[in-house]
Nanobody, 126 residues
Framework: QVQLVESGGGLVQAGDSLRLSCAASGRTFSRAAMGWFRQAPGKEREFVACISWIGGVTYYADSVKGRFTISRDYAKNMVYLQMSSLKPEDTAVYYC???????????????????WGQGTQVTVSS
């Protein structure tokens, strides 16, 4: 099992930047990919970004493409989400997730991920 702990959330103004971090521990040798999801009040959890653990291939939701960047530090077992040009609609709890198997086209499916963090709140004021 992989344990995930997110950090870096907070209250910012529209147009600001913020970097989220996710620390992974536990069983990590078979990890295929890490992802970020978010859930706004009253809405379903949605995909934000994903990165393959070995090759570093990245995937993004259309709503964040060009504004958010996912990266990973292989040696430190960390995943980051750099968020720029933040908008009020980016307000949500952001969750880090991990999977041992990443099938083609499945990176944005919550069911692909078997381990989840507790989430970190990001609030963007207008």
């Amino acid at each position: 099992q992989v344990q995930l702990v997110e950090s870096g959330g907070g209250l910012v103004q529209a147009g600001d930047s913020l970097r989220l971090s996710c620390a992974a521990s536990g069983r990590t040798f078979s990890r295929a990919a890490m992802g970020w999801f978010r859930q706004a009040p009253g809405k379903e959890r949605e995909f934000v970004a994903c990165i393959s653990w070995i090759g570093g291939v990245t995937y993004y939701a259309d709503s964040v493409k060009g504004r958010f960047t996912i990266s990973r530090d292989y040696a430190k077992n960390m995943v980051y989400l750099q968020m720029s040009s933040l908008k009020p609609e980016d307000t949500a709890v952001y969750y880090c997730a991990a999977t041992d198997v990443l099938r083609t086209g499945s990176y944005d499916n919550m069911g692909t991920y078997h381990s989840w963090g507790q989430g970190t709140q990001v609030t963007v004021s207008s």
